[in-house]
Structure formats: structure tokens, C-alpha cells
């Protein structure tokens, strides 16, 4: 395959004006836009067609930084292939990477050609360039001034706070310079920078005549090469071995401490940190031999956390990044960033901003926790409840602490978070009354506006989604075993909120269970959710646990084996009961009348008689789907009352009135007029006459002594002669010789009829 690059610059017409073209680039298929024809040179190769020819790139310049359009071997294409890692036989077919630099005489362009043609870097010269030259790391360009560099002022992967990489802007050192006069060519072969040079033999007078003479004439012309003087020049021919990336750490190493001892803060320090870590990452890309470039890595992370630790607010945040490079501890920043003894409260603002990051983000315990505590207290108070909070922060001393927190009180006033994370000192001090005492100042929902300020109050961890990445605070368990309605709706404001995922805070339940010797705090926290929660998948999510655990309670002989081990004795009752469900949340119903027959309150346990008002309050709700609790309900039997009456709640739901009817006359006919007056009614009411009236006449035929079923009978007829003309009545009667029972209604049904 040929890889053809297009760098069309100026286009001459007949009239000797130039046109030169907007800048252009086509990247990719849309570089066969450019309408420029391509031959290709013959080799033998074609006849056999072994090759493709695809254009790449087009790029259309306009650089008008000099008198002439002069493009010498700066102009030229670069390619270069690069072989994959662990592969020293480059295929020549798949290369692994194919770069492409090319360079005009004031700026230079680096493409990356493999897997879409994109722009890595752009640099720019301080002087008009006649060649250029990249190697590995680095870029030599011949200029007509005695030195020059290229600047980068493109890089799209650079200049990111994360990478912690030296900005694109960053102006290059220049060490170990050596001067050549009249460089013509550079080429280089592995480490070594072959140099061709030749003496001018001009002398000034002939120079600054040239050069007015071109100013007079500026036209737009293309130089050609002057001719060689016959008394010839003379040449030289120079091989210098490039440094090796380590070695010339060393020697920036060496330069950055004579800096460190005059202006520890200076730019000139930071910008030879800051050159000296591109060239040993460079060079870790591209050696394989990496333990000693990575250990200066290190050690130059190091120094420039330093640097950016104690520099200006601007930068201050990449102390992080570049701490963390590093591989240092916690502790071992800190001996770095202690002030000095004349300035004891002197600490950068870059170090704090690492620090402060540290104990957000870490959980390894700190070993200088009560340090870290003196550094806040010093110079950031108002952090001082948010490093408290911290899970690194477990060692600190909670008597010393209490003494800042009061001592800031004191200074800023009473606050909610001051008062809990003074609370939380107290309590790991076992100080309970004082606890207890310090909890009380505020209401419970003051508390809970502290804790979705400030959630690390009560849970630590939370990185991953997996609930074991998080777990509860000594504050969480002292809140499940004494005040477990504040910590339900903690845990509900932190959700709804953002802090806290359903299952973590299922997991931090289930881990502070043990400590609740009653019902399930998780139960108590699924209620208070759907409450809450305005998320359908979440509401749906809840309905279904909530009934499944209803249900597990109806079917157990102690109420509390699906959460805690048998024979747990229950000694409170649930944060709400059925009626504060009912009244205060939508999905939970207003029992049906005919279900307080069918479910006697006597007849159960407090406990059970609470599950069951709940399940059946759920099924009496708009928002649980009945199909999803069908197969949970197989587990319940019909001979009690109560699981009949689930069932029948269940079969209604689903609109199947007319075997419900049978269902409610064969077990409990007494509640059938109750469940016809709520349920029969709008579209349904037909089947008073169609379904219960023939229902009620064959049963009352064939048992005529049953009162139950007598009455629902005359109760029945009542509404029938109501709803129905007389003739639709008429048909109604039974012709067995039975139809002077049916006389007095018909008669009330004609009445009616007349007066409507």
C-alpha cells in the first residue's frame, strides 16, 4: 500500500500573481477532494498490482513569515512506521503505527495515519527553518539564527489535569547547546545528529546590498539555488552523539536544585521539572529497560508536587496528580509541606488542596491523623467537619478533636454538622449521655439536612456500586439501636438525593440489623421509600419487596426469620402501621369494607394483623400489579379467613367477579351484599341481576331455611327493582311458583318507573 500525503502550498497563474488558497484540510477519503492528480513512479511492482494508492491527507498552506517562498527539504514527507510492542519484525502490510511529519519554514505538523488520519502536535519556529528533522523524542531544526527551538502549540492530549502532563504552551529548554555556523543539513542515524556545514563566503556589504535589493524588488517569485562560487567553501562534517534521555535528567535534576535554592517557587524551577517529565515519559515509551526511568519519574512527580504545592492558587490543584504519581504516602507529603519554624502557619494551598482530596477519596488510615487535624485547624477550619468525617481519620485523638470542635464553636457559633461531629467525638469517647444530650439540640430534620450535607457522617466507602464497597459509621450504629426513626430518614434523604444507591443502603440495614432487636430496620426503610420516591422503577421495585415481605410474615411463625435468626424476640413495632401508610402514601388503599369481615382483628397476633392490613392495603392500592404477586400468594392457604380473603382480594382485582361471587356464597355469604355494594358498581352493575340474583335464587331454593341467604336476597331484589324497568324485572322472575315472593318488589319497581 502507498501512503500518499498531499501539502499544497500556492498555486501560480499566467499573470505572475499568486493565489493562494484558503487553509484547507482533508483528512481521510476526503482527501480525493483536492482534485490533484497523482502518478505514481514505476517500479515494476504494478504490472503485478501489488499496490494501493489512497490519499490520506491534503493540507493547503498559506505561511507568509517569510520574503520567498522557499520550501528546501523542510517540505519533504516523513513517514515512519512503528512496530508493535513485543514485536521486532515490522509488517510491512499492518504496521502498527504510522506517523507523518512534515515541516514548512515557520511551523512544523505531526499526523498519525494509522486508524484515521488525525493531528497530533503542531510546532512553531522563533526563526525561518531549512530543514527539520524528528527523532524519538526529539525535534532538530537548522535555522539562519545560531539557535532555535520548536515550540508545541497544538497537542490534544496534553495539557489535562488528571494526566498531569506540562502545558501545550510551555516553552522548551534549551541545555548542552552547541553552536555551528552554517548549518546546511542535519540527518540522523540511531543516537547519532549528522551535521553539514559550510562557511559563507560573502562578505556583509554583498549581504546587506542583497538584502535591500530583495526588499525593493518583493515579488513573489520561487528562489533558485544560487550558484556555487568557483572559488568553492569550505565544508565540514560533524557527528555528535545525542545525550541518553537518563543522563540528561541527571543533569536537569542538578539544575533544578541550584534553582530550588534560590526561589523554590520560581517558574524557572517548574518549567525544568516540567521539561525534564516529558522527556522520561517519553523515554518510558520507548525503552524497555523502564526501573531506573521510573523511578525518576517518580522522584520528578515528587518535586513537582512540591513545586505546584507551595505555588500560586492558579495551579495549585495539580499538587494531586502529581503527588499521586509520585507513590507517596500521606505521611511522607506531609514531612515534605511541614512550614518552616519562622512561618508556622504557612502551608500552600496546593497541599491543602491534595490533602483535602486525600481524605475524600482514600480509606486508608491515616497515621498522622491528629496532624492532619492540627493542619486544618491552623488554616482551614471550616474543613475541620469534613476531615472528621473522613474514614482515614478513625485514629484521630476524639478527646483532643472535641477540645478544636468546641474551641470553633466558640468562634463560628452553634451549627448542625459542628454539633453531630461533636456528637460522634462523644461517642467514641462512650460518653453517651453527653451524646445523647449534644443529638438533642436540633430537630430530627435539621439532622437530616446535616447528613445529606455532609453523608460520610454516617456512611464510609460508596466508591463502587457493589454494597460492600460502603458501610456504616459508629454514629449509624448507635442511631439503629436508639433512634432508628432518624436514621430511616437519613438514609431516605440521602437517596433522594443522590448519596446513597438502593442497595447500599439495603446492605448498611442489613449490617446494622443485628443491633435492632425487633423489626427489620430495612422494612421500616422500604416503607419510608416509597413514601418518598417518585422513581416508577424504584416504586415498582419497592411494591414488590414490601409484599414479599408482608407475605413472609403471614406465612412464618415468627415475623422476623426472613432478616434475623430464629427466636428473636420482638420487642417495638414498626416506625409506621397500615394507617399512617394509608393516610400519608398513595400506594398504599383504604381497606375495602368487605375485608374487616373476612380478617377479624382477634383472630391474630398484633404483629400478623399489622402484615396483613398492609398486604391487603397494597392490593387495595392503584399501584401494585396483582400479576406479580399472584405466584407469592400460592404460598398462602385459603382455609384461614384471612388468606381467603386474600385470594378474593387478588381474584377481584383481576375482574373476575363472577367466580368470586361463588367463591364469597360458598365460604361467606354474610359479606356477600358488603362486597356487591362496593364492587358491583358502574360497568359492573349488571351483574346484580345477571350473575348474583340467579346465584341467590338457586341457593335459596335449595336451602329456604338459611336467613344469611334470605336477606341477601331481599337486598338484593331492593337494587334489582331500582336499576332494573319492570319488564326487564319480569323477566328476572323465576317461573317455579315462587313468584308471589318477587310480587311486592316488582310492584316497587313499577312505582318507580311510573314516577321517573
Request: with cysteine.
Amino acid at each position: 500500500m502507498c501512503l500518499l500525503v498531499c501539502a499544497a502550498d500556492y498555486v501560480e497563474d499566467q499573470t505572475d500573481f499568486l493565489l493562494i488558497p484558503r487553509h484547507q484540510e482533508l483528512l481521510g477519503d476526503r482527501a480525493k477532494d483536492c482534485d490533484i492528480p497523482v502518478s505514481i513512479e514505476k517500479t515494476g511492482l504494478e504490472d503485478r498490482g501489488q499496490y494501493t494508492l489512497s490519499y490520506v491527507l491534503f493540507r493547503c498552506v498559506c505561511d507568509f513569515a517569510f520574503d520567498e517562498i522557499c520550501f528546501i527539504q523542510s517540505q519533504k514527507i516523513h513517514p515512519s512506521v512503528c512496530p508493535s510492542a513485543g514485536n521486532q519484525t515490522v509488517s510491512l502490510e499492518e504496521p502498527a503505527c504510522v506517523f507523518c511529519f512534515f515541516s514548512l519554514p515557520t511551523a512544523g505538523y505531526l499526523y498519525s495515519l494509522k486508524g484515521g488520519v488525525e493531528l497530533l502536535s503542531a510546532y512553531e519556529y522563533p526563526e525561518k527553518v531549512l530543514q527539520a528533522v524528528l527523532t524519538d523524542h526529539l525535534l532538530h531544526v537548522i535555522t539562519n539564527a545560531l539557535a532555535a527551538l520548536a515550540a508545541r502549540i497544538e497537542d490534544p492530549y496534553i495539557d489535562t489535569t488528571m494526566k498531569a502532563c506540562p502545558p501545550c504552551s510551555l516553552e522548551v529548554c534549551a541545555l548542552r547547546m552547541q553552536l555551528f555556523i552554517g548549518l546546511r543539513s542535519v540527518y540522523v542515524y540511531g543516537r547519532h545528529v549528522v551535521l553539514l556545514s559550510m562557511a559563507d563566503t560573502e562578505t556583509p556589504e554583498e549581504i546587506e546590498r542583497n538584502t535591500q535589493r530583495r526588499g525593493l524588488t518583493r515579488k513573489w517569485t520561487v528562489s533558485s539555488p544560487k550558484e556555487t562560487s568557483a572559488a568553492g567553501h569550505g565544508w565540514n562534517l560533524y557527528v555528535v552523539d545525542t545525550v541518553p534521555p537518563l543522563t540528561l535528567y541527571q543533569e536537569m535534576v542538578e539544575y533544578s536544585q541550584r534553582y530550588a535554592e534560590t526561589n523554590p517557587q520560581g517558574q524557572n524551577l517548574r518549567h525544568l521539572l516540567s521539561e525534564a517529565h516529558l522527556l522520561l515519559r517519553a523515554s518510558i515509551l520507548q525503552t524497555s529497560e523502564q526501573q531506573e526511568l521510573e523511578e525518576a519519574l517518580r522522584q520528578n512527580c515528587a518535586q513537582l508536587g512540591d513545586s505546584f504545592s507551595r505555588g500560586n492558587q492558579k495551579d495549585c490543584h495539580l499538587a494531586l496528580p502529581y503527588y499521586r504519581m509520585s507513590g507517596l504516602s500521606v505521611t511522607e507529603v506531609i514531612s515534605r509541606n511541614r512550614p518552616h519554624p519562622s512561618r508556622p502557619l504557612s502551608y500552600g494551598p496546593g497541599f491543602l488542596f491534595y490533602l483535602k482530596h486525600y481524605l475524600l477519596e482514600e480509606t486508608e488510615q491515616s497515621e498522622t491523623a491528629d496532624e492532619v487535624i492540627d493542619i486544618f485547624s491552623q488554616s482551614e477550619p471550616s474543613e475541620l467537619v469534613s476531615v472528621c468525617a473522613s474514614p482515614s481519620m478513625v485514629n484521630v485523638s476524639p478527646a483532643r478533636t472535641l477540645q478544636i470542635l468546641q474551641h470553633l464553636e466558640d468562634m463560628t457559633g452553634v451549627s448542625v454538622l459542628l454539633t453531630i461531629t461533636m456528637a460522634t467525638m462523644m461517642l467514641r469517647m462512650d460518653n453517651l449521655p453527653q451524646y445523647t444530650q449534644l443529638m438533642e439540640r436540633h430537630a430530627e430534620m435539621l439532622l437530616v439536612y446535616g447528613f445529606i450535607e455532609q453523608p460520610r457522617l454516617l456512611l464510609h466507602g460508596g466508591g463502587g456500586s457493589q454494597d460492600t464497597h460502603i458501610h456504616p459509621t459508629a454514629l449509624t450504629r448507635q442511631l439503629a439501636k436508639s433512634q432508628h426513626g432518624l436514621l430511616v430518614a437519613a438514609m431516605v434523604a440521602l437517596h433522594e438525593n443522590s448519596k446513597v444507591q438502593l442497595e447500599q443502603a439495603d446492605h448498611i440495614f442489613r449490617v446494622c440489623g443485628s443491633l435492632s432487636p425487633s423489626l427489620s430496620l430495612k422494612v421500616d426503610f422500604w416503607e419510608a421509600m416509597l413514601m418518598a420516591s417518585s422513581q416508577e422503577a424504584v416504586i415498582q421495585e419497592l411494591l414488590f419487596r414490601l409484599a414479599s415481605v408482608y407475605i413472609d410474615r403471614l406465612t412464618t411463625t415468627n415475623s422476623d426469620t426472613h432478616f434475623y435468626p430464629p427466636h428473636t424476640p420482638s420487642k417495638r413495632k414498626s416506625l409506621k402501621t397500615a394507617d399512617d401508610l394509608i393516610n400519608s402514601c398513595s400506594h398504599y388503599g383504604a381497606l375495602y369494607p368487605w375485608l374487616t369481615v373476612l380478617s377479624p382483628a382477634h383472630t391474630t397476633s398484633s404483629q400478623h394483623q399489622e402484615a396483613l392490613h398492609k398486604l391487603q392495603s397494597l392490593l387495595c392500592g392503584p399501584s401494585l400489579s396483582v400479576g406479580f404477586v399472584m405466584p407469592l400468594l400460592e404460598r398462602l392457604s385459603e382455609e384461614t379467613l384471612w388468606g381467603f380473603s386474600l385470594h378474593l382480594l387478588c381474584c377481584t382485582r383481576r375482574g373476575h367477579y363472577d367466580s368470586s361471587i361463588e367463591k364469597l356464597l360458598d365460604r361467606c355469604p354474610q359479606v356477600i351484599i358488603a362486597y356487591a355494594n362496593h364492587q358491583l358498581q358502574g360497568k359492573n352493575m349488571a351483574l346484580w341481576w345477571q350473575k348474583l340474583l340467579p346465584e341467590l335464587c338457586n341457593r335459596t331454593r335449595a336451602d329456604s331455611n338459611n336467613s344469611v341467604l334470605l336477606a341477601a336476597l331481599k337486598e338484593t331484589l331492593v337494587v334489582v327493582a331500582m336499576e332494573t324497568t319492570p319488564a326487564e324485572f319480569l323477566e328476572l322472575i323465576p317461573d317455579d311458583g315462587t313468584a308471589s315472593y318477587f310480587l311486592p318488589h316488582l310492584l316497587t319497581c313499577s312505582q318507580r318507573h311510573l314516577q321517573a
